[in-house]
């Protein structure tokens, strides 16, 4: 009789002791932890590692070397290991790659570091289980106009570029915005970037009567502008994109430039993913939060649905250290990233 206890008792633990493990989420890390691009994958691979630790998952990483044959191979990697869900990659070639094979096996893909447009623009043609926590390539110059237009509705605003395609492609997005909402813009303009001093455009500003300017250009040509502009005795509102948040050029940004940008992650992350961060000595510098975020999300997900997966991710709204994630059809991020942004002589502050 003994033996028989002892016997089903065994029976019992070889059971349980397997579907025990089996609740502990398991999630894969793609990032490139080798070669040129080893410091951000360390940020991926950080933020990712605190995330699982203070949500009592496991974490299995492989390097993706920013490449299409170590995209494929991290695939295989991750694949063999049996993770239900993977967080990572920064390089479109790597991640065209690995959704092949992680489409096959059924295991969607989450990533805080491409922003291809295509990547998320052909998922219904692909099938490929991918969400995006990134911002999209075409976020910032949508997010110009989205924000822009209802401020300067009853302004006489003006739109130049620099001539990169950078610089075009927001200006002309702009431009196109305001032409279906019925608004002309007084004064469209080239200008010459780089130079020492852009008295000429300021003139040609004042002349048309604008009193805002959207600028697509870099931060030293804006504040340059701005610069002579003050010295005509010329109010103007200054706008650029997130180039503004390039290093301090020699000529300081004046006081009330606007940007059009994302916010500095550290300065939305909730305070329990902070510390946790700084319990383990990792400052939440660039991937590290957004690594940290698409993790919570990973997990979350994985520990809610009694389904799919994929499935789960799409249909549902999550809690981040960034704030709630929920995606569109295609698979990109709902909550929109960029954010209108006034220089206080120090800083970019938030616009209400």
């Given at each position: 009789m003994r033996c028989l206890v002892f016997f089903i008792f065994c029976s019992f633990a070889?059971?349980?002791q397997p579907a025990a493990h089996a609740?502990?989420?398991?999630?894969?890390?793609a990032a490139p932890l080798t070669e040129n691009f080893e410091l951000l994958g360390q940020q991926l691979r950080d933020g990712a590692r605190v995330a699982a630790q203070s949500m009592g998952a496991r974490i299995v990483e492989a390097d993706t070397q920013c490449s299409t044959e170590g995209g494929e191979a991290a695939a295989r990697s991750l694949?063999?290991?049996n993770v239900s869900v993977v967080v990572g990659f920064l390089c479109t070639d790597a991640i065209d790659a690995a959704l092949p094979l992680f489409a096959k096996a059924e295991i969607?893909?989450?990533?805080?570091?491409?922003?291809?447009?295509?990547l998320t623009d052909q998922r219904e043609r692909t099938g490929w289980p991918?969400?995006?926590?990134?911002?999209?390539?075409?976020?910032?110059?949508d997010a110009v106009a989205r924000l822009l237009l209802p401020r300067w509705r009853d302004a006489f605003f003006a739109i130049?570029?620099?001539?990169?395609?950078y610089g075009r492609e927001l200006a002309e997005n702009l431009r196109a915005s305001a032409e279906l909402q019925e608004l002309k813009p007084v004064f469209i303009d080239t200008f010459?970037?780089?130079l020492d001093n852009q008295i000429a455009l300021a003139g040609r500003l004042k002349r048309s009567g604008a009193t805002h300017v959207f600028v697509g250009g870099d931060r030293s040509d804006i504040a340059i502008l701005a610069r002579d502009a003050a010295g005509m005795d010329y109010q103007l509102v200054i706008a650029g994109g997130e180039a503004l948040r390039a290093e301090e050029s020699t000529i300081p940004l004046a006081d009330g430039t606007l940007m059009v940008g994302l916010p500095r992650w550290a300065d939305i992350a909730t305070e329990s993913a902070k510390s946790a961060l700084g319990d383990a000595g990792i400052v939440p510098d660039g991937y590290v939060l957004p690594a940290f975020a698409a993790t919570e999300?990973?997990?979350?997900?994985?520990?809610?649905?009694?389904?799919a997966i994929a499935t789960t991710l799409q249909s549902g709204t999550f809690q981040t250290a960034l704030g709630p994630y929920s995606f569109d059809e295609k698979g990109d991020l709902e909550q929109p990233l960029y954010q209108l942004f006034r220089f206080d002589g120090q800083a970019f502050k938030a616009v209400e």
């Open positions: 070889a059971i349980s609740q502990e989420p398991v999630v894969g890390l694949i063999d290991q969607p893909v989450i990533t805080p570091g491409v922003r291809t447009a295509t991918v969400f995006r926590t990134a911002p999209r390539a075409d976020a910032e110059r130049v570029d620099d001539g990169t395609i010459r970037p780089q999300l990973a997990i979350s997900a994985l520990r809610a649905g009694s389904g």
